[in-house]
């Protein structure tokens, strides 16, 4: 079984909608949740950072951590063109880290 | 802040020959910096874990005499891909992680190098 588990996509969402994003996982010593969004043939980039379980808002991005189930969430809302991209969650703790396989979100105009 | 640089962006060269890519952290000193690879569509695959003064830390599969990190600094890491072939042609990310703030585990990107060998 692999640590981390992200659905690849492709997702396809219309401008406007609310988009969400998720990873679960199996190992119960992660205490550290970050999502990164990368563009095309750029770095990714920090987007949400989460200490142990609960939500965290910033601005349209609200990460979700559920430590009971394994499972974590990036909702995205009023979703915009500029938000397509390919979007990583990282896991750490017990002096490890993982990246999810990475989502790759499209929103149409 | 927290801003990761990597230069060059973009290279190209001739199999056979070396090409070193630089990662430095321009506002904070990095506790250990990462190196990572990704294909087209494909998601990061670490390569290795350098800690300053130290030497670094492969993953399985990754050759280490062939890619040669230099840790030197708290801000400056360096990847050598030595006698480079074509299927070496890929997108190489550095990330590190700021000693000052934050925990082991946030990790800030470098915008990635793209090599290509011919």
């Known amino acids: 079984q692999k640590e981390v588990e992200q659905d690849p996509g492709p997702l396809s969402v219309p401008e406007g909608a609310i988009v969400s994003l998720n990873c679960t996982y199996s190992n119960s010593a992660f205490q550290y949740f970050m999502w990164y969004r990368q563009y095309s043939r750029k770095g990714p980039e920090l987007l949400m950072y989460t200490y142990s379980s609960g939500n965290k808002e910033d601005g349209r991005f609200t990460a979700q951590v559920d430590k009971s189930s394994k499972y974590i969430s990036l909702f995205i809302r009023d979703s915009q063109p500029s938000d397509s991209a390919t979007y990583l969650c990282g896991l750490g703790g017990g002096n490890q880290f993982y990246f999810g396989t990475g989502t790759s979100l499209t929103v149409i105009p | 802040g927290a801003v990761v640089s990597q230069h060059p962006s973009w290279v190209i060269c001739k199999s056979g020959t070396s090409v070193k890519i630089e990662c430095r952290s321009l506002?904070?000193?990095?506790?250990?910096m990462f190196w990572y690879r990704q294909f087209p569509k494909q998601s990061l695959m670490l390569m290795a874990t350098s800690n300053e003064g130290s030497k670094a830390t492969y993953e399985q599969g990754v050759e280490k005499d062939k890619f040669l990190i230099n840790h030197a600094s708290l801000t400056l890491s360096t990847l050598t891909v030595t006698s480079a072939h074509p299927e070496d042609s890929s997108f190489y990310i550095c990330?590190?992680?700021?000693?000052?703030?934050?925990?082991?585990?946030?990790?800030?990107f470098g915008p990635g190098t793209r090599l290509t060998v011919t």
């Open positions: 506002d904070f000193q990095a506790t250990t």
């Open positions: 990330s590190a992680n700021d000693r000052g703030r934050g925990t082991t585990y946030e990790q800030y």
